[in-house]
Nanobody, 120 residues
Framework: VQLQASGGGLVQPGGSLRLSCAAYGFVFEDFAVGWFRQAPGKEREEVSCIQHSGGHTTYADSVKGRFTISRDNKKTTWYLQMNSLKPEDTAVYYC??????????????WGQGTQVTVSS
């Protein structure tokens, strides 16, 4: 199994970024996938999760209304569109594959992190 995350970078407050994660080596459409983040000195937290078919999504309260998760099962890729970014969104973002078709409580695979820095 391989997960390849991309799309991080430096952005000014109020700006946007889109993270992508491409997956290989398993039956992608059978599992929920999500995004987590870890800021310096803090624990890793779940940002968003999308069920296997894409019909159900969840978001951390801190990102609701600003971030949107989506997936393309044909491309075995999922995305996190991040708008209205704030300095407190600065973190290493990780893509993850759940052990289940819904929910990201238990993770089977982690991608490498991608740094997102929001700063003027």
């Amino acid at each position: 199994v391989q997960l390849q995350a991309s799309g991080g970078g430096l952005v000014q407050p109020g700006g946007s970024l889109r993270l992508s994660c491409a997956a290989y080596g398993f039956v992608f459409e059978d599992f929920a996938v999500g995004w987590f983040r870890q800021a310096p000195g803090k624990e890793r937290e779940e940002v968003s999760c999308i069920q296997h078919s894409g019909g159900h999504t969840t978001y951390a309260d801190s990102v609701k209304g600003r971030f949107t998760i989506s997936r393309d099962n044909k491309k075995t890729t999922w995305y996190l569109q991040m708008n209205s970014l704030k300095p407190e969104d600065t973190a290493v973002y990780y893509c993850a594959v759940s052990r289940a078709w819904i929910g990201c409580d238990k993770i089977a695979y982690w991608g490498q992190g991608t740094q997102v820095t929001v700063s003027s």
